[in-house]
């Protein structure tokens, strides 16, 4: 083989090698224009999640507004100092209540799986209380509570449940929880709260000692708790 030969064999298999990494490179490039646009797609759907849930979310929080803002109108005639009042108004609680129900009902409707639904639900557990279902009001709360342990609102669901139960006859077995609950490091509601509801316990249950005494220790342990006025009046008698 000659010079020329080997010249023009090495010229070949240069021309095979950079063809085929050219191939190769435009194969990379078209996956990594795929990947790209892949990337773009997924982030565009991300976004639009996320602003379909915002926007979800929003409109939810209002219509729930217009709910808690039909739960709290005022009831009867109007008088001279409501002029300025510019909320709805109702004849009576019963037609106000079913009014509020409805609205509440149509935010879990409409809007599920948002926190407005959620809040929603706990004001359809106070109307059922205040109508004395009794039983359809602990339901509410219990699946509140199970389903949202570290929602902002537990709390309050969980000291509404307390007092059905109270007024539901179960203020013994109440009073052991709620004893419970204080000798915990990290109780289920705050120090005052459990305070309160235990002297309403052995209120309900004819203790006016021990009732006296769970006050006294709020007026003590707790100087800035809310309930603290009711607290040192109940002492007080």
Known sequence: MDRQQRHDLKHDKFVDEIGLLSGKARENQRLLYAIGAGLVALAVIIYG?????????????????TAIQTFDAPVGDAQPQDQNQTGPRFKT?????????????????QYASTDAADVAGLYLARIDAGRGNIKNARTELEEFISDHKDHILVGTARFSLYQLRLENGEAPQVTAELNAELAKTKPDLPGDSILVLLAQAYDVQGDATKAREAYRRI???????????????????
């Open 49 to 65: 999640i996320y602003f379909y849930r915002s926007s979800r979310e929003t409109k939810a929080q209002e219509q729930l507004a």
């Open 219 to 237: 007026t003590t342990e707790y100087p800035d708790s809310p309930y603290i006025v009711d607290a040192q009046r109940r002492v007080g008698a």
């Open 93 to 109: 609680e019963t037609e106000r209540n079913a009014a509020a129900e409805k609205q509440f009902k149509d935010v879990q409707a």
